[in-house]
């Protein structure tokens, strides 16, 4: 009867202990750390041109530049994790802005979004965690630890009150990278 009752609670422990495993796995993911994903997009293009009031705009009555133009940009810097390449706010040619990533290279992982925010940009750990302190904007998630992406900014907010990126992992509340934009 000991005996039976003994290999029970093995049995238990060994359920238990392959469930918290398990558990782990799906809530770190961890082989996401190993997995690239490399997202190529060109810049959108867009056709008509309009007349906008948001902050890098020309003067009322001033026409909008045929072509994309970028108002700010900024280069990135690791955090948490090994992070470079470029970001860029883009105005289109119908006066809407988009958000550019280009040659971005950083680790993959769960639950990474793009967010703009008004936090400072730091240097090393005293950067990793600021990003969700103040006001952001998290604008989607990550389509890609690689690669160039873009990232339309909603209508109506002001991308200049806003003066950083981060590449931030939502799961950890932690910055993988970010970059300080300047205007162009």
């Known amino acids: ?16 202990g392959l469930v918290v495993a398990v558990a782990g796995l799906v809530w770190f993911k961890p082989w996401a750390l190993w997995v690239d994903e490399t997202v190529n997009e060109a810049l959108p293009t867009a ?4 007349s906008a009031t948001a902050s890098g705009e020309p003067a009322p009555g001033t026409p909008s530049p045929a072509g994309p133009v970028t108002v700010a940009q900024g280069g990135f810097i690791s ?9 860029k706010i883009v105005r ?12 971005l290279d950083t680790s993959n992982g769960p639950d990474l979004r793009v967010r703009l925010s008004d936090a400072p940009v730091k240097e090393g750990k005293a950067g990793w965690f600021v990003f969700d302190d103040g006001k952001y904007v998290d604008l989607a998630k990550l389509k890609g630890n690689k690669g160039d992406q ?15 990126v981060s590449i931030w992992c ?5 910055s993988f990278g970010a970059a300080a934009l300047a205007r162009a």
């Not at 056709?47 to 309009?50: E, I, L, N």
């Not at 873009?150 to 950083?164: E, H, K, R």
């Open 79 to 87: 955090h948490e994790h090994a992070t470079a390449g470029t970001v």
């Open 1 to 16: 009867m000991e005996r039976v009752t003994r290999r029970r609670r093995w049995v238990a422990v060994a359920v238990a």
């Open 92 to 103: 289109l040619a119908d006066g809407t802005h988009t958000l550019r990533l280009e040659g």
């Open 150 to 164: 873009n990232y339309p900014l909603p209508a109506g907010v002001d991308w200049s009150a806003y003066p950083s």
């Open 170 to 174: 939502d799961r950890f509340d932690v």
């Open 47 to 50: 056709t008509a041109s309009a």
